[in-house]
């Protein structure tokens, strides 16, 4: 009776270890499924937040273009109002192109610009 007892002692406990592998492996199987969801997860919260950068990254690529533009004209009006103030040629260059007029003698060559 001692080695039957015995032999089904040790079907009970292969039994038990098959049960613990499967418990395991399910523990495992599960553990990995959570960590997938929660990867995904974050990559889905930073997905509205990276488009948000991209289109705010544009929007200041644009401004600053802009900015550039800007600054270039003022660059321009600066050195336009000291040659007004400065240079007399320039000044009356300026006015006889700016009141249609000309010398007697001399031949004005007008290039039609678009917006004119």
């Given at each position: 009776?001692?080695?039957?007892?015995?032999?089904?002692?040790?079907?009970?406990?292969?039994?038990?270890?098959?049960?613990?592998?499967?418990?395991?492996?399910?523990?495992?199987?599960?553990?990995?499924v959570?960590?997938l969801?929660?990867?995904?997860?974050?990559?889905?919260?930073?997905?509205?937040?990276?488009?948000?950068?991209?289109?705010?990254?544009?929007?200041?690529?644009?401004?600053l273009?802009?900015?550039?533009?800007?600054?270039?004209?003022?660059?321009?009006?600066?050195?336009?109002?000291?040659?007004?103030?400065?240079?007399?040629?320039?000044?009356?260059?300026?006015?006889?192109?700016?009141?249609?007029?000309?010398?007697?003698?001399?031949?004005?060559?007008?290039?039609?610009?678009?917006?004119d």
């Open positions: 009776m001692a080695g039957r007892r015995k032999k089904a002692v040790e079907v009970k406990l292969k039994r038990l270890e098959a049960q613990t592998h499967v418990i395991r492996f399910f523990n495992r199987l599960v553990f990995g959570m960590g969801v929660l990867g995904l997860a974050v990559v889905a919260s930073a997905l509205p937040q990276k488009r948000r950068l991209t289109d705010l990254e544009f929007e200041l690529a644009r401004v273009e802009a900015e550039e533009k800007v600054l270039a004209e003022k660059e321009y009006r600066e050195i336009e109002y000291l040659a007004l103030k400065e240079d007399p040629e320039f000044l009356e260059l300026k006015a006889m192109d700016r009141l249609n007029l000309h010398r007697q003698g001399e031949k004005v060559y007008r290039i039609p610009r678009p917006g």
